[in-house]
Nanobody, 122 residues
Framework: QVQLVESGGGLVQAGGSLRLSCTPSGRTFRRYAMGWFRQAPGKEREFVAAISWSGGTTYYADSVKGRFTIGRDNAKNTVYLQMTSLRPEDTAVYYC???????????????WGQGTQVTVSS
């Protein structure tokens, strides 16, 4: 079982940056692919980015390409989401997830964090 904890969310102005982190609450390590998803109030959960265990393969939603970067540090079993040029439409709760391979569908991930709020003011 993997327990994931997101951190780094907050309130920023449009054009600002935030760095989200996702780490296991314990010390267990496995070769998981990782993904980031987000959900705004009244909206469906949507894919943001994913990364393979090695870090050699990444995927991004069209809405965040060129602005967000996903990375990982396997020594810490941690995945990051560096967000720049933030827009009000990026406002959502952001969730990290662990799965067997990098993929876009939510069904590909078995373990999920509790989420961290990102709010971007106009």
């Amino acid at each position: 079982q993997v327990q994931l904890v997101e951190s780094g969310g907050g309130l920023v102005q449009a054009g600002g940056s935030l760095r989200l982190s996702c780490t296991p609450s314990g010390r267990t390590f496995r070769r998981y692919a990782m993904g980031w998803f987000r959900q705004a109030p009244g909206k469906e959960r949507e894919f943001v980015a994913a990364i393979s265990w090695s870090g050699g393969t990444t995927y991004y939603a069209d809405s965040v390409k060129g602005r967000f970067t996903i990375g990982r540090d396997n020594a810490k079993n941690t995945v990051y989401l560096q967000m720049t040029s933030l827009r009000p439409e990026d406002t959502a709760v952001y969730y990290c997830a662990a799965g067997g391979s990098a993929s876009t569908p939510a069904r590909g991930y078995a373990d999920w964090g509790q989420g961290t709020q990102v709010t971007v003011s106009s």
